[in-house]
């Protein structure tokens, strides 16, 4: 065996978009591409030379690999729809664990990027951790070779734990950014360039790898400087939602800081 | 004249500390540093061959600048027992407007860096924003020369636009690094390392020098997926603080979308 694999990709969203141009970089072959949606099922298609579906039942029947990447909704309905497939199934998706698969298929897994994807942005896959999980030895090991093609950081995790790192994604990735984006609104509406954000939010997260966040902690609230956390609010009379972020947000943090 | 400064630091927290070091890296010169804590004074003297001091009497009453960098709610209670000086009077607060210094000195302005500081974080200061305002053209050329010889990065700035960039750092700075803080106790709590985190944060920041954060929202809030959403705040069940917040930052998400 070659461990060069046939796959067929369920899915041709951010995060299926993403493992297709990994896994053709790494050599496999992309036999098939399924999505609801015709446009994004043509244009993953078209980058990989291979034919692209609306509809399930069309896909090849065998494969090493069939990766499901929906989207975490849509993923049981796809699930109970693929029918008998010769083959290994597995979906990326952090929040789902394993056992949906079971009794539907012989041999399943996980295989679940551990990162933010959008199709636009390029993405080096090298680093990006993957998390691993199969009903067999057999097939962790065939998982594992996969996952192991495109990224040096595949690790052997559960489903419970993969559920808890996946809700963490929530706060570290997807509500950073929101406050980010409170921040430029902010600046904007004040004429003030957000490039000036830029520095400060490397920095920010420069100091995310010398330690743990929590000994990291600088401004007002950590400070109990109540002074400037009422100035701050007053700033915020007119944003009454974001007022409230912030008073809660800064209860919050000295409430850790005391733990 | 050589623009090279003597200065006077008021204050030996984590900005005087950063300052004072990069002002003496330029060729300036430390003549005395005050901190109300004498072990800070003392030691942050020490570093500059220089005296420390904690009472503001003893401290030169001439020098090129006078630099306070006190903590925020400290800063009145200095400029009111500092008495006259002969020089030029700055403070390095984002939140203060630069008239506080009205009727108490000739010549005064504001040198606010932009950015976090930790005293026992290194710090590079070329590429720090420096926000500079003065009551006088010929004080603002003398403080752009200053902030210039550590940055080069120097912008004049009002007092107004310059409290709500002070603002913003609250939510892209302090509360950004209190989310990771979560998503790191909470992994902690169920035996993952939190190195697994650091692919995703760095790609959640560099990002944001891609383009506006509101453009690159990623995760179940901004996509609407409610059964995501659900379940991570099942798993949220024993921490109700943070549970809390997740539904508000998500109803929030979902209603910056509209926007």
Redesign the interface.
Known sequence: MSGKYTIVMVGAG?VATHLTYALIKAGHRIVAVFSASEKSAGMLAEKTGTSGTTNLDTLPVKADFFIIAV???ALEQVISNLGERNGMVVHTTG?VGMEVFKGKFKSYGVLYP?????KE?E?EMG???FLIESNSEKGLLKVRKLAESISS?V?DFNS??R?????????????????????????KE???D?S??????????R????G???D????????G????MK??LD??ENYT??Q???S???E??Q??DKL
Chains 1, 2 share one sequence.
Not at 196 to 205: H, K
């Open positions: 951010n989207r975490d909704n929040s551990f990162q933010t994807f959008r942005q993405m680093q990006v951790p950081n690790i419970e734990q559920r808890y790192l996946h809700l963490t994604a929530a706060f570290a990735c997807n509500f950073t950014n929101y406050l980010v984006s409170v921040a430029e609104s902010i600046l004040h004429h003030i957000r000036l954000l830029l520095p400060l939010v490397e920095e920010t997260f100091k995310i790898r010398v743990p966040a929590k990291m902690q600088t401004g007002p609230a950590i400070r400087d109540t002074s400037t100035k701050h700033l915020l939602d974001w409230k972020l912030y809660y947000m800064s919050l943090i409430k850790n």
